[in-house]
């Protein structure tokens, strides 16, 4: 069984060097799977965050009143669950 520990975050991977302005790329990574995070300010108030490149076996709880779509990255965006969605 996986503990929280074995999570790793990488704060300056390769990919932050290709990032445009105003965006900040982190990568997580643990041996149940990892992905990236952007964090985009586009200048107007607002923050947007990007999920990337996530392994098949990664959730992402939100707290979002719908479902959001990310299927085009194979996973989707459960809100307030845990459930495991592929």
């Known amino acids: ?22 965006t900040r790329i982190i990568e997580f990574s643990s041996p149940a799977g990892g992905g990236l995070i952007s964090f985009f300010t586009p200048g107007d ?19 979002v009143t719908a479902e959001v779509d990310m299927s085009e990255r194979g996973t989707t965006a459960v809100p307030n669950s845990a459930d495991q969605v592929s």
């Open 45 to 63: 108030g607002t923050l947007r965050v990007d999920l990337y490149r996530l392994d098949g076996t990664v959730t992402v709880v939100t707290s």
């Open 1 to 22: 069984m996986s503990r929280r520990y074995d999570v790793s975050v990488n704060t300056n991977p390769v990919a932050n060097q290709y990032a445009g302005p105003n």
